[in-house]
């Protein structure tokens, strides 16, 4: 058995435990990205290289998983330091009808995730090679995005500080947080309180390795207006 098929069969055990049925087309396309992460890994450190093993649950599958959670009118959305292009690849191949940026400021990375995409043959998503907060960046995207997403370990108020310029009016900010979290919505909340609606938090609990949530992993959902 090849690699990519190995993968394909990890992502449909996941996926189907778990009661979700996505197209085949999507699974394989998911199996291909995570063939190309791997092969690519060896050369540039797109994530660790001691969880390569657990690349089909850690990475792949978890940043298809929360798409599910995606608010219904979000057309658009920016993945903030998308390194190898997680979350937003999975996102993209999950959602076909969701147009995003990856943007990333190390070349490396975003040349790889270019390729990704090229590969994939991915018609959905651009990848940019740029500081977040950068003017060019900001000036070329300003008020674009109606949902904000990051698998980075950036604090939740500097992720509003990066967010809110690119946001639309109305917008989410997704994000994936494991421990406790209320210094850090704290924290947030005096500074961005007027720009918050409402925080959900989604235990990230799936089945068979994590039922209960024992990796203590959530998803934290931000209802934003500016």
């Known amino acids: ?23 085949i087309f999507q699974l394989e396309r998911l199996a291909h990205f995570a063939d190309l992460l791997t092969e690519k890994n060896q050369e540039v450190n797109l994530i660790s290289r001691r969880d390569i093993k657990n690349i089909i649950e850690n990475h792949i599958f978890i940043s298809a998983y929360i798409s599910r959670f995606i ?6 959305f ?4 998308t390194g190898g292009g997680l ?6 191949i999950m959602n076909s009808s969701l147009k995003g940026v990856l943007v990333d400021s190390t070349s490396k990375k975003i040349n790889a995730v270019d390729e ?16 977040v907060e950068n003017e060019e960046f900001v000036e070329k995207y300003k008020e674009s995005f109606d949902l904000v997403v990051t698998r980075g370990t950036v604090p939740l108020v500097i992720l509003f500080r990066y967010a809110l ?12 947080k494991g421990g406790d979290l209320s210094r850090e919505i704290e924290t947030a909340k005096l500074k961005y309180n007027s720009h918050i609606k409402k925080i959900t938090f989604i235990e990230l ?22």
């Open 165 to 176: 310029p690119l946001a639309k009016k109305k917008a989410y900010l997704m994000t994936i």
């Open 71 to 76: 608010p219904e009118k979000v057309s658009t």
């Open 87 to 92: 979350p937003g690849i999975p996102l993209a």
């Open 205 to 226: 609990a799936y089945k068979p390795t994590n039922p209960r949530n024992e990796k203590d992993k959530k998803l934290v959902l931000v209802e934003l207006s500016r």
């Open 78 to 81: 920016l993945d903030i330091g």
């Open 1 to 23: 058995m090849d690699r990519q098929e190995k993968y394909l069969g990890e992502l449909k055990s996941f996926f189907w435990e778990n009661s979700l049925s996505p197209e």
């Open 116 to 131: 990704f995409v090229q590969k994939l043959k991915l018609g959905n998503v651009t990848p940019e090679n740029y500081r």
